[in-house]
């Protein structure tokens, strides 16, 4: 059974930083694209991120771009999202994601319903 497992998340003030990785293990997943999500309180999960199979293409929600960085490693079954200048509007919770498929392939998908495999998430809270 695949598993992802998320961790960087924390507490930070506005204009800080963090780090979220996210670890694959027991499926293949360096073949697929992965995604970021986020559900803030009271709120629907919203795509974040993603990253093609290859790193060569990459998506961001609108509301990110220029101060999120996504990457990943596939040697290490690692996807790390970089998140800098952070707004208090950026805390939720993050999740980790594989996509369905197909493999190999450099499109994106910015739908929770394209991602299959999910991780248990991580907080993050940006105060003011």
């Known amino acids: 059974q695949g598993q992802l497992v998320e961790s960087g998340g924390g507490s930070v003030q506005t204009g800080g930083s963090l780090r979220l990785s996210c670890v694959a293990s027991?499926?293949?997943?360096?073949?697929?694209?992965m995604g970021w999500f986020r559900r803030a309180p009271g709120k629907e999960r919203e795509f974040v991120s993603g990253?093609?199979?290859?790193?060569?293409?990459?998506r961001y929600e609108d509301s990110v771009k220029g101060r999120f960085t996504i990457s990943r490693d596939n040697a290490r079954n690692t996807v790390s999202l970089q998140m800098n200048s952070l707004k208090p509007e950026d805390t939720a919770v993050y999740y980790c994601?594989?996509?369905?498929?197909?493999?190999?392939?450099?499109?994106?998908?910015?739908?929770?319903?394209?991602?299959?495999?999910w991780g248990q998430g991580t907080q993050v809270t940006v105060s003011s």
């Open positions: 994601a594989r996509g369905s498929g197909p493999q190999y392939s450099d499109y994106v998908p910015a739908v929770s319903y394209a991602y299959d495999y």
């Open positions: 027991g499926r293949t997943f360096s073949t697929y694209a």
């Open positions: 990253i093609s199979w290859s790193g060569l293409s990459t």
